[in-house]
């Protein structure tokens, strides 16, 4: 059977590996995979391309109208700064319109991908639902502060997937529901906050993804609704 699988996001860094890691390990698998602002680079290997809006219920359900099953769905969407702004150092640096786009764009797809993808992944003998989140989002964790709409926006990310695997266990009970933690990896995204961190912990794409796909190939439904970091580890929420 061919799996069918799905990279939302996967004109970035961490997206565009996934692609690659599931066509090396599923070499039978329909890969698709969306892009929105970023015209995704050429991967190689047939990939099927749809340009959607993960922040749009009507772009999501369109993408979703194309799918009769689906087996695996990675969100690897994400947002941390632009330009001009960064995540706050302190309270004072806090913006509204900065915190509404950090869950616009952390948290909210997520929860239009379930409600939209649900019908597909219903149809999976063995599914996976995992979205790209942070440790920094855990609230336990949280040891230095800081960052206040990016951790705020993962952690209502990781409160929408731990909800979700509670829905599924009854109605999609063959889906496993996974927020994964990348490490630090070289992208856009971490670019400008990557001075503080070791070379040696700093991953490239294609070493972090191939850890995290470890990681989640090697659940199932019945480990649904957990953090995982990218070295197997269990976060706490
Ligand atoms: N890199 C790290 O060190 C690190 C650490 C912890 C967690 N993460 C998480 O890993 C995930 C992937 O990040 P990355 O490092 O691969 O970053 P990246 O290379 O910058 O990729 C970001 C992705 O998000 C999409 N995106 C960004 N803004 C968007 C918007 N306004 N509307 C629609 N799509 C948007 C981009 O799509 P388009 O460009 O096509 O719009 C792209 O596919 C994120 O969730 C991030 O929080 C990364």
Redesign the pocket.
């Known amino acids: 059977m061919t799996t069918q699988a799905l990279v939302?996001?996967?004109?970035?860094?961490?997206?565009?590996?996934w692609l690659a890691e599931i066509h090396e390990r599923f070499p039978q698998s329909a890969i698709t995979g969306?892009?929105?602002?970023?015209?995704?680079a050429e991967t190689g290997f047939p990939v099927n391309w749809i340009r959607m809006?993960?922040?749009d219920a009507e772009s999501v359900a369109g993408c979703a109208d194309q799918f009769g099953q689906l087996d695996l769905l990675i969100?690897?969407?994400?947002?941390?700064h632009t330009e001009e702004q960064g995540p706050e150092k302190s309270i004072r640096q806090f913006e509204a319109d900065f915190f509404l786009?950090n869950l616009?764009?952390?948290a909210l797809?997520t929860l239009l991908l379930a409600k939209a993808f649900q019908g597909a992944l219903r149809k999976a003998e063995q599914g996976w639902f995992a979205?790209?989140?942070?440790?920094?989002g855990s609230i336990e964790d949280n040891r230095l502060g800081g960052w206040y709409s990016?951790r705020a926006s993962?952690a209502a990310l990781n409160m929408a997937l731990k909800t979700l695997a509670l829905e599924w266990k009854r109605s999609l009970p063959r889906v496993c529901v996974a927020a994964l933690?990348?490490?630090?990896?070289?992208?856009?995204?971490?670019e400008p906050?990557?001075s503080g961190t070791p070379d040696h912990k700093?991953?490239k794409?294609e070493y972090?993804v191939a850890r995290m796909a470890d990681v989640l190939f090697s659940k199932t439904a019945a480990d649904t609704g957990r953090l995982w970091s990218w070295d197997g580890q269990p976060i706490p929420w």
């Open positions: 939302v996001g996967a004109s970035g860094a961490i997206g565009r590996a969306t892009w929105w602002r970023n015209e995704p809006n993960p922040s969100n690897a969407v994400g947002f941390l786009r616009q764009i952390n797809p979205t790209v989140s942070a440790k920094v990016y993962k933690h990348p490490g630090t990896v070289e992208s856009p995204l971490s906050f990557r700093v991953f794409p972090s």
